[in-house]
């Protein structure tokens, strides 16, 4: 079993719409969460972090977390074609700084 | 604030030669990352660094992969010799030290292997 699991996709959501992705992680004891955007051919851009159970909002991004669930979502209103992108989940495993990845979740926004 | 500034950005270069990747940090992040990026793995971490030292790297795939880090500034990961399938992106990434950090990417290092 892979530490952080997401859906690959290819998730499609119209313009305006609430683009909903979801990772599951398998350390019980993970700390703190992230979730970066990357657009092809570029890096990896940190846009949310989360630490506590429950919901952290910024701007049209929502990050949601269970503990006990050990899910990570990320909420994306008024999707833009900006948004267009594969967005990685990251799990820090708090026995150091290392970072597990997910393979990462491919979105289109159609205008 | 400069970021993560890696050199270069692009290498093409034939089976068998020798290939230097360069990393700079962010200037007071004491922890540094090498990932390797492909379509079929995805990011794989391949090492990383603790205030210079190497704390895990179990994700160098085998000897022809070698990093250093000879002071809080500078990075390297050297592949000798190259292989095809060492073709990929490479990024560096730096954090703070403290747990709960967010890594910040460098532009990557797009290798091609002939």
């Known amino acids: 079993q892979k530490e952080v699991e997401q859906n690959s996709g290819p998730l499609s959501v119209p313009e305006g719409a609430i683009a909903s992705l979801n990772c599951t992680y398998s350390?019980?004891?993970?700390?703190?969460f992230f979730w970066y955007r990357q657009y092809s051919g570029k890096s990896p851009e940190l846009i949310m972090s989360?630490?506590?159970?429950g919901d952290k909002e910024d701007g049209r991004f929502t990050a949601q977390l269970n503990k006990a669930s050990q899910y990570v979502s990320l909420l994306i209103r008024d999707s833009q074609p900006s948004d267009s992108a594969t967005y990685l989940c990251?799990?820090?495993?708090?026995?150091?700084?290392?970072?597990?990845f997910g393979t990462g979740t491919s979105l289109t926004v159609i205008p | 604030d400069a970021g993560v500034i890696q050199s270069p950005r692009h290498e093409v270069t034939e089976m068998g030669q020798e290939v230097t990747l360069r990393c700079k940090p962010i200037?007071?992040?004491?922890?540094l990352f090498w990932y390797r990026q492909t379509m079929m793995r995805g990011l794989e971490l391949l090492i990383y660094?603790?205030?210079?030292?190497?704390?895990?790297d179990s994700g160098m795939p085998e000897d022809r992969f070698s990093a250093k880090m000879p002071n809080a500034s500078f990075s390297t990961l050297k592949i000798q010799p190259s292989e095809p399938r060492d073709s990929a992106v490479y990024f560096c990434?730096?954090?703070?030290?403290?747990?709960?950090?967010?890594?910040?990417f460098g532009d990557g290092t797009r290798l091609s292997i002939l």
């Open positions: 990434a730096s954090s703070p030290t403290r747990i709960n950090q967010p890594q910040h």
């Open positions: 350390d019980r004891v993970s700390q703190s």
């Open positions: 989360i630490y506590s159970n």
């Open positions: 990251a799990v820090n495993p708090n026995t150091g700084n290392q970072f597990y």
């Open positions: 200037s007071g992040h004491n922890s």
């Open positions: 660094f603790n205030n210079n030292v190497p704390i895990d």
